[in-house]
């Protein structure tokens, strides 16, 4: 099995895994009381999850097609690990101030899957990865997009619905307005921060990477 195979398969089974963690994390949640389908799939968790899903089984398919990936699949890829990223980090410190808060928060192994350990694979893949491309910083403003889009959608959705996905966007649930825009801002900060982290590996000298500019066709060997 060469390097590339092993890479192609490793990702089959992440994705799958991501998959399990998807379906068994929706299937804990329905004996929740206040269960919604919309609002299962309103969390940032859920929809990095399934976009995380659909770029790593692209990743595995191009690697057993082809020798190097191609710039827009590594741009998807580092965006995707830094979703699912945040959302462990942010998902790390709700759980760590619930137990300072003297109330306990159920940590199923699902979420512990989707939260913690696919995560923390994907970043392997990635910082060992020797067939990424060389990302430019600019990659950085796409990178927040989708979470400044989610942001948006999910206070203006909240007051019109009643349920917000994670408390710190509920203004009656922390002292106002001013501390959800805090909050706000610290995940736009943590996005960005593990976006350029994500950007950097693939600029250090030591690191392999394709030695073409940013974005140029590449052609098969």
């Given at each position: 099995?060469?390097?590339?195979?092993?890479?192609?398969?490793?990702?089959?089974?992440?994705?799958?895994?991501?998959?399990?963690?998807?379906?068994?994390?929706?299937?804990?949640?329905?004996?929740?009381?206040?269960?919604?389908?919309?609002?299962?799939?309103?969390?940032?968790?859920?929809?990095?999850?399934?976009?995380?899903?659909?770029?790593?089984?692209?990743?595995?398919?191009?690697?057993?097609?082809?020798?190097?990936?191609?710039?827009?699949?590594?741009?998807?890829?580092?965006?995707?690990?830094?979703?699912?990223?945040?959302?462990?980090?942010?998902?790390?410190?709700?759980?760590?101030?619930?137990?300072?808060?003297?109330?306990?928060?159920?940590?199923?192994?699902?979420?512990q899957l989707l939260h913690f350990i696919i995560p923390a694979c994907a970043l392997i893949d990635w910082m060992i990865d020797p067939f990424k491309a060389h990302l430019p910083w600019k990659y950085l403003g796409w990178a927040i997009v989708f979470p400044v889009f989610w942001l948006v959608f999910t206070l203006i959705r909240g007051p019109i619905v009643g349920w917000y996905p994670y408390f710190f966007l509920d203004a009656r649930q922390v002292s106002g307005p001013g501390e959800t825009v805090f909050y706000c801002l610290i995940i736009v900060a943590i996005i960005t921060g593990i976006a350029a982290l994500l950007t950097g590996i693939t600029r250090l000298k030591r690191m392999p990477k394709h030695l073409l500019p940013p974005w140029q066709p590449r052609s098969e060997p």
């Open positions: 099995m060469t390097t590339r195979t092993a890479f192609a398969v490793a990702r089959l089974g992440l994705a799958a895994a991501g998959l399990c963690g998807l379906i068994g994390y929706f299937y804990y949640t329905l004996g929740v009381a206040s269960f919604a389908m919309a609002n299962f799939f309103s969390y940032f968790t859920v929809q990095s999850a399934i976009a995380s899903v659909a770029v790593i089984l692209t990743a595995a398919i191009v690697a057993l097609r082809r020798p190097i990936d191609p710039a827009w699949l590594d741009m998807l890829r580092a965006m995707v690990t830094t979703y699912i990223l945040v959302s462990g980090v942010v998902y790390g410190i709700i759980v760590w101030q619930s137990s300072s808060a003297n109330y306990s928060i159920e940590v199923p192994w699902s979420s």
